[in-house]
């Protein structure tokens, strides 16, 4: 090969070595920058996670001490309100037992005859609540005692109904678990069904007007009560639905948890009955404002619950069922949160037309 041949294929070769370096050289560049570019995005796509999640940190952090304000808040206004209605209870029963004072007479005699219209009114309004009360008292009992009475049947046990007990002409060695529990649990039982019922009727007539409404209040109150009030009674001193839970072989433990659960189920249907009590009034008043409150629960509830005791107490006489009077008695429970939570609702307002007591 010449030469001149061999000297040009010679610097060609390095001419296309040097181009494969620079291209190389690009290529590395390219891959450099396409590497530094996606380690750039990959750093600003960390760098937004982090902003973002310090940004919800930070949200989170507000909400929270937002929320803890809003507890402390809270807190705070429960207690004040919880020693405004303390306060204002005590002030309230200071005032009662102050009337109560026999010096206090002749302000009474006074105001009665200055108001004889509102006089009037409460007369007439305890005593309608006062004989419904006991009329549905009466008819749950009944109930309750002709209920066991039939379950006694399915034992083949005899039986007497007095208008204050049931008398079992059983043998002490004839009783068993399952009778025993049929028995004395089933009156209580069909009383708190029968209660659910009425008081289902009762949302669909709580509005209207008249008497029959308010016996069905006190209805499903007394069922209830013969539920619940049974239950608390008979698994504190072991009678009447108390047989039932002895010879179930329920411990003591739990005996306890069905008083608390009992007692508590009797004041939360009190604190759910407050402003059925207060609808009631539109059989009396067009509208129901916060002067008339106190008397009208002292007539429609309190009044008619004292006075209905003692009547039922004056129908046993000369027996006194103590079981059955303190199961009675135990409706209090459920008229305390009543008597002290009215003061909390706003006015009512029914018809605009009079209506005459």
């Not at 109930?143 to 049931?166: M, N, P, R």
């Not at 129901?288 to 046993?316: E, H, M």
Request: charged share 20%.
């Amino acid at each position: 090969m010449p030469a001149g041949r061999k000297k040009y294929s010679f610097y060609y070769r390095i001419y296309r070595r040097l181009r494969y370096l620079r291209y190389v050289k690009k290529l590395r560049k390219l891959e450099k920058q396409q590497i530094d570019s996606a380690d750039k995005a990959e750093e600003m796509e960390r760098n937004r996670i982090i902003r973002e999640q310090r940004k919800a940190n930070r949200s989170s952090e507000k909400e929270k001490r937002s929320g803890e304000r809003q507890r402390r808040f809270r807190n705070r206004r429960r207690r004040r309100l919880f020693r405004l209605y303390a306060r204002s209870c005590r002030n309230n029963t200071i005032k009662t037992i102050r009337v109560f004072n026999p010096l206090n007479l002749p302000l009474l005699f006074t105001y009665i005859r200055e108001n004889r219209a509102e006089t009037r009114a409460f007369v007439i309004i305890s005593l309608h609540s006062t004989l419904l009360f006991t009329a549905a008292y009466f008819m749950i009992f009944l109930i309750v005692l002709l209920t066991s009475a039939i379950s006694g049947l399915f034992f083949e046990y005899k039986s007497i109904i007095y208008h204050y007990e049931i008398l079992w002409l059983v043998k002490p060695s004839q009783w068993f678990g399952d009778s025993v529990k049929m028995i004395y649990s089933s009156g209580p039982l069909l009383a708190g069904i029968l209660a659910v019922f009425l008081a289902i009727i009762f949302s669909y007539v709580r509005t209207d007007k008249g008497l029959a409404k308010l016996f069905i209040l006190w209805s499903f109150l007394h069922g209830f009560n013969a539920f619940f009030g049974s239950l608390l009674i008979g698994s504190l001193f072991g009678r009447g639905f108390g047989h039932a839970i002895i010879w179930s072989y329920i411990s003591d433990s739990e005996k306890v948890i069905y008083s608390i659960v009992a007692l508590t189920a009797l004041f939360l249907i009190g604190v759910f009955t407050t402003k059925s009590f207060l609808i009631s009034a539109n059989s009396y008043y067009p509208m129901l404002d916060s002067r008339r409150y106190r008397s009208f629960i002292w007539a429609q509830l309190i009044v008619p619950f004292l006075l209905g005791n003692i009547l039922i107490a004056t129908v046993y006489f000369p027996e006194m069922p103590v079981y059955d009077m303190t199961v009675s008695l135990s409706l209090s429970l459920t008229i305390i949160p009543i008597a002290l939570g009215y003061r909390f609702h706003h006015s009512m307002y029914f018809e605009e037309e009079e209506i005459r007591i």
